[in-house]
């Protein structure tokens, strides 16, 4: 009868197998930290761009608020503006048609051409201050947008270097940093203004 192996050779199999095994689990460790640490990193930066492209949009919306208000503002004075002109010219049809005394009704008049006058220069300095609003608040969406497109970039490139860690395939990972630089790129763009 044969006799199996000894209790030895057993244990000197195992620990060939373990360092085999763990030689390549080593291997294949650092081939994937390189693909990590690539994706770590650009999530942090999308995930900043993220919290810079919210603010962005949110002072967009904030701007365009305020626009619209200095407009409403600009819109109101107009009518005091027309009421008044309107008020002049039917006092001094009234006192053309009446007879009236002149000089009283000069006064009235003189005063609404002044309310008049008055009210269109309000409205012209509303008016430089609605356009400077709304200016700002695009500057900001276009903000936003440059940031939307970097954080994009970014997500994409986080995919492409977790699949790196799956196929190892070292070509995703050099496309994973160029996404990320074109990301990063964009995210400058945005933050620059």
Request: aromatic residues 6%; negative net charge.
């Amino acid at each position: 009868m044969e006799e199996g192996p000894e209790p030895q050779e057993w244990v000197e199999r195992s620990v060939e197998h373990g360092h085999e095994h763990a030689a390549e689990a080593g291997h294949a460790r650092s081939e994937a930290l390189v693909p990590a640490l690539t994706a770590a990193i650009l999530a942090v930066l999308a995930a900043l761009a993220s919290l810079l492209s919210g603010n962005a949009a949110n002072q967009a919306l904030v701007l365009q608020t305020r626009a619209a208000d200095q407009w409403a503002y600009y819109q109101a004075k107009s009518t005091k503006e027309q009421v008044a002109d309107t008020g002049r010219t039917v006092i001094t049809s009234t006192a053309e048609l009446l007879g009236a005394e002149p000089r009283r009704v000069q006064d009235q008049v003189e005063r609404l051409r002044q309310e008049v006058e008055r009210y269109h220069r309000e409205k012209e300095e509303i008016g430089r201050q609605a356009e400077k609003l709304e200016a700002e608040s695009e500057r900001m969406f276009h903000k936003h947008h440059r940031f939307a497109s970097g954080i994009a970039s970014l997500q994409v490139s986080i995919v492409l270097a977790s699949i790196t860690i799956l196929v190892r395939y070292r070509g995703l990972l050099w496309l994973s940093h160029l996404g990320g630089l074109v990301g990063v790129t964009f995210a400058l763009l945005g933050w620059l203004g």
